[in-house]
């Protein structure tokens, strides 16, 4: 299986939150990241988390960590047309300075 | 703007053409990646450099071919091509070492090969 795993769509109406959900499989990883990638655009950081946190905060973002289940999730608040976008879940593995990437969950907010 | 500056940003070519992707970077950063973007494809690492040095090379056929001349600057050598080749091509790089190394990427070239 894939290092890296996200559901590939999530459907959203304006205004209410969105969890975009990433399972990963080093659990030596010391950073994970979120990145987002506009039609026709390259990936931009969006947030990352530090492994020994449970959370973190930024505006309308808001980053979950559970390290014993290796799960990891996005949340938008308040999700905007202009939030539509692929959202690229990441890590760097162990000892590793090579991101590896999960597929990308597509996130479409409909007005 | 994230300091990683891809031309051209798109490339239409011939199966028969030589062409060159360039990738710049003013960050610092000793690492530099190629990734490929297919429609309903994982991003696909492609090439790392490090330090000038190649350190990864995924089995990507020899019609592709990188060339990073300084840590600065990282070419894709194009020759060849087939339409399936036809991706967004992306940039990236990253400052090796211990601790926070996030990766800054490229807005992309879109080649498309006829």
Known sequence: GEDVEQSLFLSVREGDSSVINCTYTDSSSTYLYWYKQEPGAGLQLLTYIFSNMDMKQDQRLTVLLNKKDKHLSLRIADTQTGDSAIYFCAEFMGGSYIPTFGRGTSLIVHP | ?114
């Open chain 2, 1 to 114: 703007e994230t300091g990683v500056t891809q031309t051209p940003r798109h490339l239409v070519m011939g199966m028969t053409n030589k062409k060159s992707l360039k990738c710049e970077q003013h960050l610092g950063h000793n690492a530099m990646y190629w990734y490929k973007q297919s429609a309903k494809k994982p991003l696909e690492l492609m090439f790392v450099y490090n330090f000038k040095e190649q350190t990864e090379n995924n089995s990507v056929p020899s019609r592709f071919s990188p060339e990073c001349p300084n840590s600065s600057h990282l070419f894709l050598h194009l020759h060849t091509l087939q339409p399936e080749d036809s991706a967004l091509y992306l940039c990236a790089s990253s400052q090796e070492g211990i601790g926070k190394a996030e990766a800054f990427f490229g807005q992309g070239t879109r080649l498309t090969v006829v």
